[in-house]
């Protein structure tokens, strides 16, 4: 079993920044794909973006150019970086974790998740 557990969210300024972290427990996440998602009130859970186990990244393209994932495996934790925030990035994120290594935007191959955190840029 994994236990994924996001940190870093708070209340930021539209165009500020924020750095979340998800760190692993239970075993080593070195040979899993890990994901970010996300879910706005009243809206679906999307996908922010993810990153393989070899370290290739993808993203959504709502947030390409502004935010940027990256994992440390001595550290068993990945993270999301979050530059040039807008209202519309306001929602609660999620980190997930699949033992296929991939980066999926398909939340139905994630085997474990995190519990969330919330993110709240001002206008």
């Known amino acids: 079993q994994v236990q994924l557990v996001e940190s870093g969210g708070g209340l930021v300024q539209a165009g500020g920044s924020l750095r979340l972290s998800c760190a692993a427990s239970?075993?080593?996440?070195?040979?899993?794909?890990m994901g970010w998602f996300r879910q706005a009130p009243g809206k679906d859970r999307e996908f922010v973006g993810g990153?393989?186990?070899?370290?290739?990244?993808n993203y959504a393209d709502s947030v390409k150019g502004r935010f940027t994932i990256s994992r440390d495996n001595a550290k068993n934790t990945m993270y999301l970086d979050m530059n040039s925030l807008k209202p519309e990035d306001t929602a609660v994120y999620y980190c997930?974790?699949?033992?296929?290594?991939?980066?999926?935007?398909?939340?139905?191959?994630?085997?474990?998740w995190g519990q969330g955190t919330q993110v709240t840029v001002s206008s």
């Open positions: 997930a974790a699949n033992v296929l290594g991939i980066a999926t935007m398909n939340r139905n191959l994630y085997d474990y």
């Open positions: 239970g075993r080593t996440i070195s040979t899993y794909g």
């Open positions: 990153i393989t186990r070899s370290g290739m990244t």
